[in-house]
């Protein structure tokens, strides 16, 4: 599969202010916040931060979390010229979203097993 900035955004979920996480082991929803510092802090900058298995991204003054691999973080670094930040990257403390989450479900089963 070739990666570009379009399928990356196409197999991400933006993330946004007050988005709904839900927690399944415990059964409970929590709200995001700080979502619209960290876009202001990053604001024209293109960054990335990876943590536990996922990857979050801003470009354009948008926030994209999608699952972690190899190729995607080569292509933002590499082709894309995205330079590492540190910023909480939503889903990666076991949440999803509670709105998206079978398509979030769906995007890791396809980073496991690329067709």
């Avoid at 570009?4 to 988005?19: C, F, G, P, Q, Y």
């Avoid at 979050?56 to 699952?67: A, E, K, S």
Wanted: proline share 3%; aromatic share 12%; with cysteine.
């Amino acid at each position: 599969m070739l990666i570009n900035m379009a399928r990356l955004v196409e197999d991400s979920v933006t993330i946004h202010e007050k988005m709904t996480i839900h927690f399944s082991e415990t059964d409970t929803d929590v709200e995001l916040t700080g979502i619209n510092e960290t876009l202001k802090k990053y604001s024209g900058k293109r960054v990335y931060c990876a943590e536990n298995g996922v990857l979050g991204f801003i470009v354009n003054d948008f926030f994209y979390v999608t699952p972690l691999t190899r190729k995607r973080l080569e292509y933002l670094v590499e082709k894309q010229g995205f330079e590492q930040a540190d910023f909480f990257v939503p889903f990666s403390d076991g949440g999803k979203p509670k709105s998206f989450e079978n398509i979030w479900q769906m995007l890791l089963d396809d980073a496991e097993n690329p067709g």
